[in-house]
Nanobody, 125 residues
Framework: QVQLVESGGGLVQPGGSLRLSCAAS????????MAWFRQAAGKERVFVAA????????SYQDSVRGRFTISRDNAKNTVYLQMNSLKAEDTAVYYC??????????????????WGQGTQVTVSS
């Protein structure tokens, strides 16, 4: 079993930055590919970014590419999402997720076996 706990969410003004963290326990994350998803109120949970187990390859949703950066520190069993130039439309609950296939950067939720409880990000002036 893998337990994932997100942190770092909050209220930020448009144009601001936040760094989300996802800390794992129970198993090492070094063999998992990891991803961030987000769910705005009344909408489906959608893919944001993913990273392979080694951290060598990443992928992003078009709307966040160039503004968000996913990274990981396997020694700390933690994955990060650096979010810059935040917009109101980035407001959502952000979830991290773990996929046992370390080389897979899929956008599909069904491939991710483990999920955190989410952290709220609100972008508003």
């Amino acid at each position: 079993q893998v337990q994932l706990v997100e942190s770092g969410g909050g209220l930020v003004q448009p144009g601001g930055s936040l760094r989300l963290s996802c800390a794992a326990s129970g198993r090492t994350l070094s063999s998992f590919s990891m991803a961030w998803f987000r769910q705005a109120a009344g909408k489906e949970r959608v893919f944001v970014a993913a990273i392979t187990s080694s951290g060598g390859t990443t992928s992003y949703q078009d709307s966040v590419r160039g503004r968000f950066t996913i990274s990981r520190d396997n020694a700390k069993n933690t994955v990060y999402l650096q979010m810059n130039s935040l917009k109101a439309e980035d407001t959502a609950v952000y979830y991290c997720a773990a996929n046992p296939n370390g080389n897979q950067r899929t956008t599909l939720r069904s491939y991710y076996n483990y999920w955190g409880q989410g952290t709220q990000v609100t972008v508003s002036s």
